[in-house]
């Protein structure tokens, strides 16, 4: 489900699959587990909003808890954060005559954070309080970089950071893998580093298409449709302002989110309150868990 307000997008707002993606997939399998990243920007406009979550948290907590698989069982989840910053170095030319000035940014990479007394690099639903001790992660600070690229930590969290074992034990292969996007700027991910960019050039002038990143969690997962994304930023068309701040036209997570068909869900950052967003979250990774396809 994507909002209805995004550019490009009809019937609701709902990006449906392919025509025939799914006339002759094996029926779904029983669900009744969820592994669950949040992605969260670090960049210093967030601060707010990552207080708004922690608050928001307890909830969310509250509302999986007493979700029922359609076996029967109670959802066995998973929570894991990760930021937005991806370390990355480049050269800036400059005006002739005056020499290319060095710059940098550093990031997680992907990394799973463990933080506020975690035993593990996640909280687990059988955790003493698994509310209170992803309430208190999830608050990241705003001193992270400001080239946000939260497609590219996804791809370093489930490639990069699982073969050199930082992540490793996270994902299960019979679970959902959710994920949920906060930010308030536009996806600026790219795989090159130690690149040079052109007086006047942005380092977000030149990004990654955004396909290969859908496609790449289609084969972590082990099929289209054992993913799910919810991402909560600026819905477009422009940008949007709240008490929260201004947030940017979030274009390239609105395709993201529209390459995971019913799985995929944009809400507006802009509400000036992430209730909204997290309910539709929790909506979107309900029905994609009940409809959960067979392992290719």
Do not use: H
Request: hydrophobic letters at 40%; charged letters at 20%; aromatic letters at 6%.
């Amino acid at each position: 489900m994507v909002d209805a307000g995004s550019p490009g997008l009809a019937d609701g707002g709902r990006r449906p699959p392919p025509p025939d993606e799914f006339a002759d997939a094996a029926p779904a399998e029983a669900c009744d587990k969820m592994d669950i990243l949040f992605v969260i920007d670090n960049s210093g406009s967030m601060g707010e909003e990552q207080d708004n979550l922690a608050a928001n948290f307890p909830r969310f907590i509250e509302v999986l808890d007493s979700f029922v698989a359609e076996n029967g069982n109670p959802i066995d989840y998973r929570v894991a954060v990760t930021s937005t910053a991806v370390t990355k170095s480049w050269t800036q030319e400059t005006l002739p005559g005056f020499p290319p000035i060095p710059e940098s940014q550093s990031g997680d990479d992907g990394a799973l954070l463990q933080r506020c007394g975690m035993t593990r690099r996640w909280v687990e639903k059988s955790d003493p309080d698994p509310s209170g001790t992803f309430s208190c992660a999830a608050v990241l600070g705003s001193d992270g970089a400001n080239q946000e690229m939260p497609l590219e930590a996804i791809r370093l969290a489930f490639g990069d950071r699982m073969a050199d074992g930082t992540n490793a034990g996270f994902l299960r292969e019979d679970a959902l893998l959710a994920i949920v996007i906060l930010t308030d700027e536009n996806d600026c991910s790219r795989q090159d580093d130690n690149f040079t960019l052109t007086f006047g050039q942005d380092v977000c002038d030149t990004t990654a298409p955004v396909p290969p990143y859908a496609q790449f969690l289609d084969t972590v997962t082990g099929a289209p449709g054992r993913w799910a994304v919810a991402v909560i930023a600026g819905p477009g068309p422009g940008s949007c302002s709240s008490e929260f701040g201004n947030a940017e036209e979030a274009t390239r997570l609105i395709e993201f989110a529209g390459l995971a068909g019913e799985n995929g869900v944009v809400s507006s950052i802009c509400e000036g309150d992430l209730t909204v967003g997290l309910r539709d979250a929790l909506m979107t990774f309900e029905t994609a868990c009940n409809q959960l396809p067979p392992i290719d």
